[in-house]
């Protein structure tokens, strides 16, 4: 038996729903299923009576349910000591941070931190954004930090989960500029002449993003595929060889931006082809004697030790003037 699928099994006791369970746990449908199925193999006993909707618990999903969430919060208090112990020496905190994000925004970030809050020590986990939230979903980081749009949202449980934002980020189109400074590749381009176009993988979620601005944008977008990654630092280094238009982090472009190296891709007339984000950090909310743990030492003035200097990073970063 594995503990994803007690996770999996209270998430379902509450929402009743096997789609919107399989989004909060960032699974498909027919996977989550699957997870289930097998949590009732390993009992030997229908969990989940299926010819109801919302979806029911048997007698003995009612059962497990309850030995589940004791058993969960168990875990997650002694994981958390554990974590205490390998790391209460250093006080470090660790940060799981997506590819773009670790090379732009959180170099920057960590030094304001240095000069408002002070000195820190932190771990820098640099993932896909997909693994990078399973990293906080799965317990293996204190912190998450990611880009947010309305039209992609993280299926993060806000009762599990707090979130702060951080900051703002605007993707935008780019390009080298020719000997007279001007945009080697005019957008829109033209139907017989599509501009070549440095894209995201498919699944990228600066791809997703992309792909909205495209298919909302007011004037019809000629352009051809020439070279994919699912990393913005790679589009920009071919975007600053000249290879074609990309879609950047203003962060990842700013200094190329000072140094004339990259210009804008985007006319005056069609500013629909930016978009803003938030920058947003999320963490797992404390629970059970944990937590009250935590709000006695903050209710006595004291400073806790292990994950102590986590929860002070976040208490700094959850008052409004932080941001």
Sequence with gaps: METKWLEDFVSLAETRSFSRSAQLRHVTQPAFSRRIQALEAWAGSDLVDRSSYPTRL??????????????????????????GHSTAAQDVVEFAVPHTLAFTFFPAWVSSLRDKFGPIKSRLIALNVHDAVMRLVEG??????????????????????????????????????????????????????????????????????????????RTAIHLDRVYETDMAEGLKVMALEGHGIAFLPYSAVKKELRSKKLVSATPAHMAELSITMEVRAYREKPMGKEAARLAGKASAGGKSTGKGVAQALWDYLAQPEAG
């Excluded at 007698?59 to 974590?83: F, H, V």
């Excluded at 949202?153 to 935008?172: H, I, K, N």
């Design 58 to 83: 048997t007698p003995a999903g009612e059962t497990l349910y309850a030995q589940s969430l004791e058993m969960l919060q168990a875990l997650q208090s002694t994981r958390a000591m554990l974590r």
């Design 140 to 217: 293996g980081c204190d912190v998450l930090i990611a880009y947010h749009h309305a039209s992609q949202p993280f299926q993060l449980d806000a009762d599990r989960y707090d979130m702060v934002v951080l900051g703002q980020e605007v993707l935008s189109p780019y390009v080298k500029p020719d000997a007279n400074g001007a945009p080697m590749f005019a957008l829109p381009g033209r139907a017989g002449q599509p501009l070549p176009y440095l894209g995201y993988a498919p699944g990228a979620y600066l791809g997703r993003v992309t792909d909205l601005i495209l298919k909302e944008s």
